[in-house]
């Protein structure tokens, strides 16, 4: 069923369009909520928050159309307004529209033509929210979940899924943008961020290519995470293409001397997924934790610039497919036992 706001200052307004509509509102296919001015239909959008459309005079006391108009492009994007006023000279008909109006309507009214025309806003509105919902249901938020996010969904199956915490087989990478602290702090806040944005774009169509996903971005560094089949293979794969790719961006125009390289630390296990953080704060991550987490994130430190580092469970599970050196015993934090590292040339 389609809410509909009629906001009009003309009294009688309310009985012709029940009158009009008396058919649609005895099946159930419209309602329709009323409202004597644009001050007024705000306050009846706060209790009806699921109005589909506002119909609206232009001409009204205490707040007119097209102020309710800008209004409610600020408040209610999804609402779609028609104005239905007298005033129909070309200059309210360009403001209105200006201001997000769907569609203009003269009076007297042509109760016809308004039909034909809530049926087409109606349809619109519900092609917007149909494709809202196939946004919010598209997997890529399973990646940043929080209550927020799950109420908005609005479905508690998919709330009980993305909930559920597990033990997973994945890998993990690690790759930081070396010595790019420097750039920040010699260039401006908006230089810095832009420079970062577009090496991080690089990076991340590298990882999405080979079914990768971004977990979080750590300052100048990525977290990503590869799962299903052959997702060491894939991970490494996306690595050395990242590294390739970086090191053949063009030399930065203008004042700033930086040679972009990244290290990369790269690790294959167990590990626990599940939504970690502070209810009290509102902030929830899907994300995946423990040793192996940790490992990946250890071998990136100590990786030198240009250097895709694995250590030798890895190398045994691939070197059949990579070419890789062996670097010797490196000592990682919080590990008592010096560890064997490979590094992945190709």
Not at 134 to 149: H, P, Q
């Amino acid at each position: 069923m389609a809410k509909i706001l009629v906001a009009d200052d003309e009294v009688d307004l309310e009985m012709l369009i029940k009158q009009k509509f008396r058919q649609k509102i005895r099946e159930q296919e419209y309602e329709f909520v009323f409202a004597v001015n644009g001050k007024d239909a705000l306050d009846k959008i706060l209790l009806h928050p699921d109005i589909d459309i506002v119909l609206s005079d232009i001409n009204m006391p205490e707040m007119d159309g097209l102020t309710l108009l800008s209004r409610l492009s600020e408040s209610s994007p999804l609402i779609k307004s028609v104005i239905v006023s007298a005033y129909g000279d070309m200059e309210n008909i360009r403001t209105a529209m200006n201001r997000g109006a769907f569609d203009f309507i003269t009076k007297p009214i042509n109760f016809e033509d308004l039909s034909l025309t809530m049926e087409k806003t109606i349809k619109h509105v519900a092609q917007i929210r149909e494709t809202l919902k196939a946004i919010r249901e598209n997997s890529i938020l399973k990646m940043y979940v929080d209550e927020t996010v799950l109420n908005f969904m609005g479905s508690r199956e998919f709330e009980s899924s993305l909930m559920a915490n597990e033990s997973v087989q994945a890998t993990i990478v690690f790759i930081d943008i070396c010595s790019f602290t420097s750039i920040s702090e010699n260039e401006s806040p908006d230089a810095v961020v832009k420079l970062l944005n577009s090496y991080f774009e690089v990076m991340v169509k590298e990882i999405i290519a080979q079914g990768g996903y971004i977990d979080k971005f750590i300052g100048d560094a990525i977290m990503a995470v590869f799962r299903g089949d052959f997702h060491l293979d894939r991970a490494i794969d996306s690595c050395v293409a990242v590294r390739n790719k970086i090191d053949s961006l063009p030399i930065l125009p203008g004042q700033i001397s930086f040679i972009p390289k990244v290290s990369i630390g790269i690790n294959s296990g167990e590990m626990i997924s599940g939504n970690i953080g502070s209810a009290t704060l509102r902030r929830l991550d899907y994300t995946v934790i423990g040793d192996t987490v940790n490992i990946a994130q250890r071998l990136q430190s100590v990786a030198g610039p240009g250097q895709i580092l694995i250590n030798e469970i890895s190398y045994n599970k691939v070197k059949e497919s990579f070419n890789c050196m062996k670097v010797g015993e490196v000592s990682l934090k919080h590990k008592a036992d010096p560890v064997i590292v490979y590094e992945v040339l190709d």
